[in-house]
């Protein structure tokens, strides 16, 4: 079972509708990221979460540290937001390798 | 742009052959964290090194092997290439996203 699970793995979606994409992790983080994939292969740092929310522009993340859950919201969806969207965790100092765990990704297409 | 450059940028080669990618640090970080992103396995830490030394081990295949330079550059050797090795191969320099290199996308065929 992978400590990182995502969902949905497929989203399809018409321009204007309200997005949400969960990420559930099962080990002690000292943070979260939502990362942003384009087809071109280059990957974006969306947010950062350690505890509450963050919002920029259109997209709010959010994170219940209690219940080891993240949502990345997208209001108004457009067509630029298609793509895949990962969530990843950073272990606890101390909890073994210290590079990321990352979810399966997310693959979010928006139609005209 | 990361700070963090790797090249090359695509490489294509036959299965059994052995590759070498490079990476190097947005100056003035000394880790090199390298991962592999397939479509089947999504995207996995491998290896970090820190100023030299390997820190910590991730799910890196015994056919893959890496070292960092007393320049703090890293190369990930990859041998004995099968099919399923093919792969985006990305490196960052901290452990937060924004340090992501474009990555290398390695081909076998």
């Known amino acids: 079972k992978n400590e990182v699970e995502q969902s949905p793995q497929n989203l399809t979606a018409q321009e204007g509708e309200f997005i949400t994409i969960n990420c559930s992790y099962s080990v002690g983080i000292s943070a979260l990221h939502w990362l942003q994939q384009h087809p071109g292969g280059g990957i974006v740092s969306l947010f950062m979460l350690s505890s509450g929310k963050k919002k920029h522009g259109r997209l709010i993340a959010t994170i219940n540290i209690q219940e080891k859950h993240s949502s990345l919201h997208i209001t108004a969806s457009h067509p630029r937001d298609s793509a895949v969207y990962i969530c990843?965790?950073?272990?606890?100092?101390?909890?073994?390798?210290?590079?990321?765990?990352f979810g399966k990704g997310t693959h979010l297409i928006i139609q005209p | 742009d990361s700070g963090v450059t790797q090249t090359p940028k695509h490489l294509i080669t036959a299965t059994g052959q052995r590759v070498t990618l490079r990476c190097s640090p947005r100056?003035?970080?000394?880790?090199v964290y390298w991962y592999q992103q397939s479509l089947d396995q999504g995207l996995q830490f491998l290896i970090q090194y820190y100023n030299g030394e390997e820190r910590a081990k991730g799910n890196i295949l015994e056919r893959f092997s890496a070292q960092q330079f007393p320049d703090l550059h890293s190369e990930l050797n990859l041998s004995s290439l099968e099919l399923g090795d093919s792969a985006l191969y990305f490196c960052?320099?901290?452990?937060?996203?924004?340090?992501f290199g474009s990555g290398t996308r390695l081909t076998v065929v």
């Open positions: 960052a320099s901290t452990p937060h996203p924004s340090t």
């Open positions: 100056s003035g970080d000394l880790s």
């Open positions: 990843a965790v950073r272990s606890r100092p101390g909890g073994g390798a210290d590079g990321l765990t």
